[in-house]
């Protein structure tokens, strides 16, 4: 499977949202990274299609998806970054009434609920009301109603906002595990999420692709420019006025800051290997 999509732009009014974006797309898990107001979401609709383009085209294996109508929308599963959850029904009541609106086949609606209901660990929560679930349950829930039509293109719109550290890991091994035959699209400002997990990362910068690459490609474009340095308390304004600090640690009476810098900041700095968040500072802190 090919995804491309091919310079899209899509202004409101006199903003200018996303500004010439291309990239092409197969399966596995590509992290769409980039802060508040980057442009991920306005991309996502334009992608699954709640939102029209000013400019560009998306293709799907070299067919233009404005042709392929429904039969693309089909291929889509799709997380909104708020999704409203009926909390009085039960889980499997929600995912039935999910299945009545991708138009499952009535003889197909049980085994889907159980084939989801297993891929994202909630078997057991099967007859439990969605407003019992607790927040990581009921996020896993939204990728099982996400996957009933066994889509092919799954895009997952922050996903992991306000989940804890033991959910979120679990939310990534999911994804890991339903990316062997899926595009997964995931869009975060949190590094962490896609780090591990991403076979190809896209930065956005006020509508703009501004990297894509493998983690490591893309770490390489700071190599031999992150530093730490070991600095006494009364130091570190002076440091934070003077380079990009994207970290300080208390040390026994002393602070590890770590740095990054085009030079050596000081006889005293030590290089170290850079870190994706390294490369999201390098681009936007400047
Ligand atoms: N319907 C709209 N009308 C006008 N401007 C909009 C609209 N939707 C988004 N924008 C603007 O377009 C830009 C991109 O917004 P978008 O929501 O796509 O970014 P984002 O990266 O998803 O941010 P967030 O992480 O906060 O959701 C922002 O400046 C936003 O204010």
Known sequence: ??????????????????????????????????????????????????????????????????????????????????????KNFRTDEFLKYMCALKAI???????????????VNLTAAYKKRVGALSGGMRQRL???????????????????????PGERIRFRNIISRLSKDKLVLLATHIVPDVEHIAKEILILNKGRLVMQGSPEQLEKQVEGKVWDVIVAEDEIEEW???????????????????IVSDEAPSGRSHQVRPSLEDVFLSIFEK
Request: hydrophobic share 40%; charged share 25%.
């Open 1 to 86: 499977m090919e995804l491309r999509l091919e310079h899209i732009k899509k202004r409101y009014g006199k903003q200018c949202a996303l500004d010439d974006f291309g990239a092409t797309l197969s399966e596995g898990v590509y992290g769409l990274l980039g802060h508040n107001g980057a442009g991920k979401t306005t991309l996502i609709s334009i992608l699954i299609g709640i939102l029209e383009a000013t400019e560009g085209r998306i293709l799907l294996d070299g067919v233009d998806v404005k042709q392929m109508g429904t039969r693309y929308l089909d291929r889509i599963g799709y997380l909104p970054q708020y999704p409203l959850f009926y």
């Open 105 to 119: 086949p009535r003889s197909l609606v049980s085994s889907r609920i159980e084939e989801v209901l297993e891929q």
């Open 142 to 164: 939204g990728i099982a109603q996400a996957i009933l039509n066994r889509p092919d293109i799954l895009v997952l719109d922050e996903p992991t906002a306000g989940l804890d």
């Open 240 to 258: 934070v006025e003077s380079y990009q600090v994207r970290n300080v640690k208390r040390l026994d009476g002393e602070f590890l800051l770590r």
